[in-house]
């Protein structure tokens, strides 16, 4: 029985989570993530028989009480009163009350603003946008999370060092986790990505055991 624990890179998940299969409700989108780990562990490309250790599930809890200007409303936002936040507020309680999953939280950094998103930034610059026709939905809320990757190596580190499993699949596609893969590695544990499909970087590939992403993008 192969002993696996399952990491996740919140932020990461949610963005290319949106990007395959739509925006949904925080209910909706709980059980999707843990549909999408369960599918790890019922995997029938490989031929460990596997067992679950935990789910670690790593982000940031939106920021409150703060009011962040917004350049085209040219208005303060009440970042607390926003559905952004209440929704951010209810996926976290939903995965919280989840059985074999762990949440390790970071922290927003203050210096938050609304800028463009990148495709709109192109279709100005290609002449295809105009500023008079910019929306609200055409600006995206930034600001970087903090402690969140220091949590996802410690705890490879931890998990590797006190063999307390014997795989770890890491849903991310950060070039960032390198050392902490070669770490792992180094201590007998089988390291696999999935990057949902997304391009990784070559240097990824040379540090992990196996890559495997699950559930296509619905046509």
């Known amino acids: 029985m192969t002993r696996t624990a399952i990491l996740v890179d919140g932020g990461f998940y949610r963005k290319r989570a949106t990007h395959l299969w739509g925006a949904k409700s925080a209910e909706g989108r709980a059980k999707e993530l843990h549909s999408y780990c369960m599918a790890h562990m019922n995997d029938k490309d490989g031929s460990e028989n596997r067992q679950l250790y935990r789910i670690f599930y790593y982000d940031c809890a939106p920021i409150g009480r703060k009011s962040v200007f917004h350049p085209l ?61 910019l929306t609200e939905n055409d600006f995206q809320f930034i600001a970087q999370q903090k402690g969140v990757d220091m949590r996802i190596g410690i705890d490879i580190a931890s998990l590797a060092y006190k063999k307390q499993i014997d795989q770890i699949i890491l849903i991310s596609g950060d070039s960032d986790f390198v050392p902490a893969a070669k770490l792992a590695r180094r201590e007998g544990i089988d390291f696999i990505l999935d990057p949902m499909w997304a391009d990784i970087k070559d240097d990824l590939f040379e540090h992990i055991d196996g890559l495997k992403s699950q559930w296509k993008k619905k046509k």
């Open 73 to 133: 409303t040219k208005k303060n936002v009440d970042l607390d009163k926003s559905d952004t936040y209440t929704w951010s507020l209810a996926f976290l309680a939903e995965l919280k009350k989840r059985r074999k999953f762990a949440l390790r939280l970071g922290e927003m950094s203050n210096q938050a603003y609304y800028n463009l998103r990148p495709e709109i930034t192109r279709q100005i610059v290609m002449g295809k946008k105009k500023l008079e026709t």
